[in-house]
């Protein structure tokens, strides 16, 4: 595997969930976006495909976890949620639940998903797999890899 | 044209990798095929009637004699001998074993090729002019942004799970040879009043059982924002899009739903948040990769006459041959319609004659265009003579592109799970009807699409004249269009009124073409006749 500068942060398996953070696990149920908007001291909550997570900007700074619900694989509104969440700057949990293929995890990681517990639990030597599957990116999105169009030039790295 | 880097064939080798694991699960019955399904088709694979059915992407047609003499390899080894070129500019094999599947991708990654993208709800494989780089009318060779977006959109992680497909083609001339606006996101590349390069963008374009010819949403963006603008197309279709009905996903759908308008104000507003997140690729990084197409060091003063002696020659040139930039040189188009052939088919065999003559007369580069015919881009015309004659060799000399037997149909019941009715066989009864040259030039550029179901993939909605073949009541039957067309004058095709079956639609095409000689005026085109004229004119001689 070719060095591309993006160790994959380790992940633990606990119950279904496969979690690749080591702060500690938020215990609070997570509630609806509507009710979380209405409760000023929830701190989880619970995303369907089709909400709207940038309302959530005005009260991004209570939530500790958001979970981000696949109804079903072909469902991709989920990778836009999660994006956005970490483009205004959200720096807590994204669990993604529901019909998560462990084929789609690695694209999961780079929109910011760091904890997965999906209908049917993945394996996490699998997942590991097709982690380490890909040595590049083309591409920047919600992580830190570098995308290649950077590897290749050099000389604009500190510009 | 474009050389991997240590990065690309990084990626492509990976890819191999990971299919070859994926089928490995499969076949070892750890994936059911509803699992393996959404895997396989990122990988160009589909399940059809008798087959597995593997598409090739040829990145904005192009290819050299190293990878067409591969993809006939591979015709050879793990298929049947011939390949089909289809009407995105890519290629597919029809009869594929799903344990040959991983080692045919291998083969490919050899020479730079590979099958990602290709089917699925993805960003497919990007097309555009077959004329690029040679044509006398672009304003810039538009392949270097068509490959640095194929990079842009290698495994964009956001979108790998779009609602549906997601078609991409980008043209730099006025003349549109990539039919454009039927594509979900379109590219023009043009300069505007300061001498900036930009591109003029459309978007929402698409065939289907739904066909919408995209609109204008943004007359003039700056090139090096086009990373921002296309995710933000992307992101406000992949959130707001239906996903309750399939035939409903594609972007066409939404923009028509918001209205046109509406879509671009929210395609603007995530633009701009975009472009501050300052994720588009450098100018550094384009110019890279436009040096790999740089022009082929073309000679100077070549003659520019041709001995037309021969006649059957003569005719070839004048029906094959297109205006090349450089003196000296044309394009030469490679008819795949023969008469009595399967429009797009193409033999291992003739595949390595195309591929020799590339090597040897037109700077080793290759054309797939997207009416499923070849083109060798840049030959001296001095050489012609010599290309025709080993193409008449190979079978491969017939004079009729743009003529009435240069005719798009999809592969239809024969092949495909989804059609309704054959396409292939109206397809040849029509060539047949129409062989004799004489009467074929005389009907001048007339453009006929054939699609086997709704889902359009024979293009009929853009066919001057269009057929559309339907399952009524357990009988093929065949519904007859008019008036469409994919060229800078875009337009959709109107249905004439009822269906006829297989020899009926024949007759009907015939009294729509006699109805055209009757009443074109001199230099008209049937297009321009139908424009002139009307649906009413027409349909009086098709149905009495």
New interface residues.
């Given amino acids: 595997m070719?060095d591309s500068g993006n160790p994959i942060p380790q992940a633990t398996s606990e119950g279904n969930t496969l979690r690749f953070r080591d702060d500690p696990v938020p215990d609070e149920p997570a509630v609806s976006l509507d009710a979380f908007l209405d409760q000023s001291n929830a701190n989880s909550v619970r995303i369907e495909?089709g909400d709207?997570v940038r309302l959530l900007g005005p009260v991004l700074e209570r939530v500790r976890l958001v979970e981000i619900d696949f109804p079903k694989?072909?469902?991709?509104?989920g990778?836009?949620?999660a994006?956005i969440l970490r483009?205004m700057g959200y720096k807590g949990e994204i669990k993604a639940t529901g019909d998560v293929?462990v084929?789609?995890v690695?694209?999961?990681r780079?929109?910011g998903f760091d904890s997965f517990a999906p209908d049917v639990p993945l394996n996490l030597e699998d997942v590991q797999?097709?982690l380490n599957?890909?040595?590049?990116?083309?591409?920047?999105?919600a992580d830190d890899a570098v995308p290649?169009?950077k590897?290749?030039?050099p000389?604009?790295q500190n510009g | 044209m474009y050389k991997y880097d240590q990065y690309d064939h990084a990626m492509v080798r990976a890819r191999v990798e990971d299919f070859r694991d994926q089928v490995r699960r499969r076949l070892a019955g750890q994936m059911t095929d509803d699992q393996f399904k959404p895997l396989r088709l990122k990988n160009g694979l589909y399940l059809q009637l008798h087959a597995y059915m593997l598409r090739v992407a040829i990145p904005y047609g192009t290819l050299n004699s190293t990878q067409m003499r591969k993809l006939a390899h591979i015709a050879r080894t793990y298929d049947r001998g011939y390949g089909h070129f289809t009407t995105r500019q890519n290629l597919q094999y029809h009869w594929i074993k799903l344990e040959d599947a991983p080692n045919i991708l291998g083969e490919l990654a050899e020479v730079e090729m590979h099958a990602i993208q290709t089917s699925g709800e993805s960003i497919r494989n990007i097309s555009a002019d077959h004329y690029a780089g040679a044509a006398a009318d672009e304003i810039m060779d538009p392949r270097p942004w068509a490959e640095t977006i194929r990079q842009m959109t290698t495994f964009m992680p956001e979108f790998s799970y779009l609602p549906r497909k997601f078609k991409i083609a980008v043209i730099a001339a006025e003349a549109d040879r990539a039919a454009l606006r039927w594509h979900d996101f379109a590219l023009r590349i043009v300069k505007n009043d300061a001498g900036e390069v930009g591109f003029q963008v459309f978007a929402g374009g698409g065939m289907g059982r739904t066909p919408f010819i995209a609109y204008e949403i943004r007359p003039f963006l700056p090139t090096g924002q086009i990373l921002s603008y296309l995710q933000a197309v992307l992101r406000v279709w992949n959130r707001h899009a239906r996903r309750d009905n399939i035939h409903k996903q594609r972007m066409k759908i939404l923009v028509h739903e918001l209205g046109e308008e509406e879509f671009r104000r929210q395609v603007e507003e995530e633009f701009q948040h975009f472009l501050s997140l300052g994720e588009d690729f450098p100018q550094a990084e384009y110019d890279r990769i436009a040096a790999y197409f740089t022009p082929p060091p073309f000679e100077a003063g070549l003659p520019e006459e041709i001995d037309r002696t021969d006649p059957d020659f003569a005719v070839w040139v004048d029906q094959q041959i297109a205006a090349h930039k450089a003196p000296g040189y044309a394009i030469v188009n490679i008819s795949l319609k023969p008469i009595q052939g399967i429009g797009g088919d193409i033999s291992a065999d003739q595949m390595d004659v195309v591929a020799d003559l590339a090597e040897r007369y037109s700077f080793d580069e290759l054309r797939v265009a997207h009416t499923q015919n070849l083109v060798l881009p840049h030959v001296r015309k001095a050489d012609l003579y010599a290309v025709w004659q080993s193409l008449r060799d190979a079978g491969l000399a017939d004079a009729n592109l743009d003529l009435v037997t240069d005719i798009i149909a999809c592969p239809g019941l024969d092949y495909c799970t989804l059609a309704n009715a054959r396409s292939i066989p109206v397809a040849q009864k029509i060539a047949d009807r129409f062989a004799d040259p004489e009467r074929q030039r005389d009907l001048g550029e007339l453009k006929i699409k054939i699609s086997g179901c709704i889902n359009a993939c024979g293009h009929h909605h853009a066919g001057h004249i269009g057929i559309l073949g339907v399952d009524r009541k357990g009988t093929e039957n065949y519904q007859l269009l008019l008036g469409g067309s994919g060229d800078e004058t875009t337009s959709q095709a109107k249905i004439t009124g009822p269906g006829f079956d297989e020899d009926g639609i024949v007759d009907a095409v015939e009294r729509a073409v006699e109805r055209y000689r009757e009443v074109r005026e001199p230099g008209e085109r049937f297009l321009d006749t139908y424009r002139r004229v009307g649906m009413e004119g027409f349909k009086e001689a098709i149905y009495g």
């Fill in positions: 070719a495909a709207d694989f072909r469902d991709g509104r990778f836009s949620s994006r483009e293929l084929d789609l690695w694209f999961m780079r929109c797999a097709s599957r890909y040595p590049h990116v083309y591409q920047e999105a290649i169009w590897l290749r030039h000389e604009l």
